[in-house]
Nanobody, 123 residues
Framework: QVQLLESGGGVVQAGGSLRLSCAAS????????MGWFRQAPGKEREFVAA????????YYPDSVKGRFTISKDNAKNTLYLQMDSLKPEDTAVYYC????????????????WGKGTLVTVSS
């Protein structure tokens, strides 16, 4: 089992920045990829960013490309999401996910989830 704990959410004005963290514990040696997903009220959970845990290859949807940066610190078993130029439509609960096979960009492929951290962007 892998346990994930997100932190860093909060309220920020449009145009501002936030950095989310996700600390992994447990069987972290089994992690192949990690990523961030978000879910706004009344909407489905959607892909935000992903990274391969060993190689560091990164993946983003067009909606956040150029504004969000995913990174990792393998020594600390911690995943990060730097979010810049935030928009009100980025408001959501942000979830950290881990996979043991492949780098997954769809929620259905995630094996382990954190409990989420709320990001609110005010206009």
């Amino acid at each position: 089992q892998v346990q994930l704990l997100e932190s860093g959410g909060g309220v920020v004005q449009a145009g501002g920045s936030l950095r989310l963290s996700c600390a992994a514990s447990g069987r972290t040696f089994s992690i192949y990829g990690m990523g961030w997903f978000r879910q706004a009220p009344g909407k489905e959970r959607e892909f935000v960013a992903a990274i391969s845990w060993r190689r560091g290859d990164t993946y983003y949807p067009d909606s956040v490309k150029g504004r969000f940066t995913i990174s990792k610190d393998n020594a600390k078993n911690t995943l990060y999401l730097q979010m810049d130029s935030l928009k009100p439509e980025d408001t959501a609960v942000y979830y950290c996910g881990a996979t043991v096979r492949g780098v997954v960009t769809t929620p259905g492929g995630v094996h382990y989830w954190g409990k989420g951290t709320l990001v609110t962007v005010s206009s």
